[in-house]
């Protein structure tokens, strides 16, 4: 009896030891990947460190990048590049709303026929999405058309999607649903809690990308009027972190202004009440984390049980990062400054070294290359794809298309400042510019070429809070190549975005870095390049405003090849941009009339049809139970068939995404 209980045990044993083999097999070898990536994360203001589950499953046993960047300091813009693995240049993508961004316009570029998730589709996985995707998918838009590449989708819809104790999401298409009482990142945490549960016993491997909206500030709109609160937290963490402030790094709040471009030159001193509100604000982006870190932890145990901890890879990142009283800045991102696009990047899983920090310079265009290579997929990447495969694994460091070595471009396109919470502070020049990012263990600069024809230059190795400009004191022969790697780097489109230096040595394949093109030999060489400039300040890319483009890089012939190839290029763009601007107000403008006060309180009504929570300082006591699904209420569907323009009633235009 004794032994064939024994027996039987054993034969369990091994029928469950075949399973997991045949489904290692079935997976081809392929590792599962999850991806958890947060709204306005900083990497430089200490968030990480008030997130313990993050820290012991991620951080001590994987690899922590510290040089991983957003080459776009905003929302849509930034998550649009990394689901094409392009730069913003390459993707018209340079605004969270139209005409120059948001989901309408990422739909009419078709950009959304090719992305991440289809890649890893046809690698053979089964993909999901839950969170925020990007602006402007909304109550009236979710269908129309339902984001391609996801078995299962579950998006937050605006306008709702800054409202954390109001979550309204669509799934897969279907009418929008809310669930009232209840916490937005708790909501997610249990739907991607399901959405794992979902693969128990799945023999495809799996790619699930979780979005939560936190740390992002709130959206309030009340009586017709749009403002920005800090993030909310879940009830049971608002008491947290009470002795908590902003570091107090050379470059926060400086007596003497450390920025130099009119972007920035007019900022006050900030006195001690917005200092103290500053904090608060950080208390409260570190209180909304604990949710999201909450369930990492959940997710990492899930994922023990079911066994596959070891053949997952887990990612942690942000669509853009933050500041906060950084150079006298009001709270708010879309600079060119590191607490804007330096982002938290962790890395866990098969062959990734445990409790590292890793220099490699990467972006978030090499995320969906990376991934494709760790799925082995690369087959699936389009040529046209900027990003490269960031050397995360031995295996990965073999890949043919690997990251660009040591530099990266970031751009923006805006005609005025998106202030947070302070809508009253105006900026004193527009935020348009180009910037080079180089950085090696010899080296780490940052040089940026403004649309008002300011200059920047920060030699980060030796002023890493970026307090110096010293644009005035480089020398010529450093200026010379940083200038031709920016022009290449700002215009540039797949391998010559991986290899820039290319162009500029298009024979001499010996020069791969800053330190190579340094030498004396090469002075006359990059004297022959034209320097990076603007027309005038345009809140949208015009090939013809951000001279030179590669092709028409060169001094002595520029000139006749510029005109003739640029007025073509020109014509073709500025079309292409009319037919967009004239397409992409869905609204007639004449439909909305600020006197018109029976319009507005139509508008009112409609956006109260997700009603309050019954106790605002009770919602996310706490968490939800795992039968949260049954109390999703569908949303009005007069709120769906209502084409309202929420964006002209101050969601996105006026304030930060
Ligand atoms: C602090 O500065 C803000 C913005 O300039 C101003 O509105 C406020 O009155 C100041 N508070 C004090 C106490 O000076
Ligand atoms: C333009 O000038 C550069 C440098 O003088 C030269 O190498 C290149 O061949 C010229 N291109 C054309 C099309 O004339
Ligand atoms: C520039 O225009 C000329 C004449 O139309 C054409 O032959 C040439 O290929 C163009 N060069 C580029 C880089 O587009
Ligand atoms: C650009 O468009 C204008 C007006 O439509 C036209 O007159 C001009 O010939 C075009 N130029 C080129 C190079 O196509
Ligand atoms: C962006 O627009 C330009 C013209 O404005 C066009 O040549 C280019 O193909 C567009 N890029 C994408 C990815 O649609």
Redesign the pocket.
Known sequence: MKLSLLGSAALFLLHTLSLVHESAAANDGKPNILFIFTDDQDARLNSIDYMPNLQKHLVKQGTLHRNHYATIAICCPSRVSLLRGQYAHNTNITDVSPPYGGYSRFNKLGLGESTLPIWLQEAGYHTNYIGKLMNEYSVNNYNNPTPKGFDYQDQLVDPYTYVYNKPVFSKDGESPVFYKNAYQTDVIHAKALQALKNQRNSDKPFFLWVAPMAPHGQFSFQNGVMKTEPPVPAARHAHLFKDVKIARTPNFNPKKQTKTASFWKGLSHLNNTLVDQFDEIHRNRLRALQAVDEMIGTLFDELQHQGKLDNTYVIYSADNGYHLGQHRAYPGKCGNIEEDINVPFIVRGPGIPKGKVSDIVSAHHDLAPTFLALAKGSQHVPDWVDGGVIPLTHDLQKHPKTVAKESFAVEFWMQDAMPEFYPEVKAEGPNTYKTLRVISKDYNYMYSVWCTGEHEFYDLKNDPYETINKYHHIDEQLLNRLDALLLVLKSCRAENCRDPWRILHPHDPSVKTLADALHHKFDQHYS?YKHVSFSECLPYISVFNEQPVIGHH?K???TT?ATTNLTTDINKSEKVLQKLLRSSITIPSTSYQEDDDEYIKNVIRLHQMIPDPDDEDSVGLERLSEDFEKDAIPVPEELVTSQIDWVKHGFYNAFGN
């Open positions: 022959q060169f002595a012939n520029s090849l």
